[in-house]
């Protein structure tokens, strides 16, 4: 089946530092969707893209899908320690990366 | 409105024994998934239903995993018997539907041990 890579795996930042983790498939995705996961919690959703080229924000979260719609990535501007968590993204068939783990030193 | 319910929350049992799990997804979801999560990786999909019809079930290992979604609603995932490397978070989610309906709500999960 059809996967989704993504990449850094782990990622440290100072608050106030921002972040950016990236997703990549293999193949044309129809669509894309984020998820955070908390330590100790389960996954929640964050975001679906659909379009070629879209870009979605969230407050301090930015979501771009790429043109080819095989790539995404999730901005975090000026991080806090709220963002700490794993950030997964998942592909049409609703399988999972293995995620990026941000951590964030106050 | 409640969310996807699964019991047990924890499971300690020695292998070789049997093991079951429940999920009652968020009301009207027509789609149930059940996936494995190991420590430090992404959920693992180990079956999609639609409604009562499981229609991915291509990484269930059909070996010693078998589930069940009896009238569309509530589903059951069972390990019979259960192994060491079976030790994991077992999730289940829901949604309304494919493609713009699928954002997937998750349940809690069960943490189950496998001594």
């Known amino acids: 089946g059809q996967q989704v890579m993504q990449i850094p795996q782990y990622q440290h930042v100072q608050e106030g530092e921002d972040f950016t983790t990236y997703c990549n498939s293999s193949?044309?995705?129809?669509?894309i969707q984020w998820y955070k996961q908390r330590p100790g919690g389960h996954p929640v959703f964050l975001i679906q893209l659909v379009k070629s080229g879209e870009v979605k924000k969230q407050k301090r979260l930015t979501f771009q899908f790429g043109e080819a719609k095989k790539n995404s990535s999730l901005h975090i501007t000026a991080t806090q320690t709220t963002d700490v968590g794993t950030y997964f993204c998942a592909g049409d068939d609703m399988r999972f990366g293995a995620g990026t783990r941000l951590t964030v030193k106050p | 409105e409640a969310g996807v319910v699964q019991s047990p929350r924890y499971k300690i049992i020695e292998k070789k024994q049997p093991v079951a799990f429940w999920c009652n997804p968020i009301s009207g979801h027509n789609t149930l998934y059940w996936y494995r999560q190991n420590l430090g990786q992404g959920p693992e999909l180990l079956i999609r239903?639609?409604?009562?019809?499981?229609?991915?079930d291509s990484q269930l290992p059909k070996d010693r995993f078998s589930a069940e979604r009896l009238k569309g609603v509530d589903s059951t995932l069972k390990i019979q018997p259960a192994e060491l490397g079976d030790s994991a978070v077992y999730l289940c989610a829901s949604s309304l539907g494919r493609g713009r309906d699928e954002k997937l709500f998750f349940g809690s999960g069960t943490q189950l041990s496998v001594l």
């Open positions: 239903y639609e409604n009562e019809e499981a229609v991915d």
């Open positions: 193949t044309t995705l129809s669509n």
